[in-house]
């Protein structure tokens, strides 16, 4: 076993949400009667906390519209937008395959509290993680604040550690914190873009191809 703790991002990269994330920021823009931005440019904040995802795509407006777009997401996200988010195919039974197997889990998300533990209690796998840390707990991504929090509290060093993610910020914020990482190219950023933060590897499949590297 080569890293017994395996640290997931989770949009886009264990749970399929990023079309949602997409429509729920564009209606926010629409409902606060701003520009809408481009499905590229939102994909591309995926990852961050909302309060610097709304930042980057709103730089001209003042913090407080830009904390009201945070708001009007938000009640978007849990309450309005009724998309369904699931898991990737495989992801779950995998999830569990590897707790069986003696990995410890964890999750390291841009996601807010609220939001992780929605989706957590819906689908049933609190018991699977260790530990699950959140932008708006910590710092966002790529701060290495999320990934510290988790080596201490589970009491391992940074190199019994592994970060799965599908964005750079993922994996900057695994360079950041001196863990190894891996990118997924199914989620926000490509290969191409990924390859530049010196992951161990770059996945299709997760669930297919992880187990060589673990």
């Not at 520009?35 to 939102?42: L, S, T």
């Not at 964890?106 to 932008?135: I, P, S, W």
């Not at 190219?185 to 191409?192: A, I, K, L």
Request: some cysteine; overall charge negative; glycine content about 6%.
């Amino acid at each position: 076993m080569k890293y017994p703790v395996i640290i997931f991002d989770w949009d886009g990269t264990l749970m399929d949400s990023i079309d949602k994330i997409v429509a729920c920021v564009k209606q926010a823009a629409v409902i606060s009667e701003l520009e809408v931005p481009c499905a590229d440019a939102i994909r591309n904040i995926i990852g961050l906390s909302l309060d610097k995802a709304m930042a980057i795509l709103f730089p001209s407006h003042s913090v407080q519209q830009q904390a009201a777009l945070v708001i009007a997401y938000r009640q978007q996200y849990l309450e309005l937008n009724h998309q369904p988010t699931p898991f990737y195919p495989g992801i779950k039974e995998w999830l569990l395959s590897l707790k069986m197997q003696g990995y410890t889990l964890a999750v390291a998300t841009g996601k807010g509290r609220n939001g992780l533990n929605r989706m957590m209690d819906k689908y049933g796998v609190n018991d699977l993680f260790a530990v699950t840390y959140c932008a708006d707990e910590t710092n966002s991504k790529p701060d290495p604040l999320m990934l510290n929090k988790i080596l201490a509290d589970l009491n391992v060093p940074a190199e019994q550690a592994l970060m799965i993610g599908d964005s750079s910020y993922d994996l900057e914020m695994a360079n950041n914190a001196n863990i190894a990482c891996v990118g997924v190219t199914y989620g926000v950023h490509s290969q191409q873009i990924l390859s530049k933060y010196g992951p161990i590897a770059i996945l299709s499949d997760l669930p297919q191809q992880l187990g060589n590297y673990i």
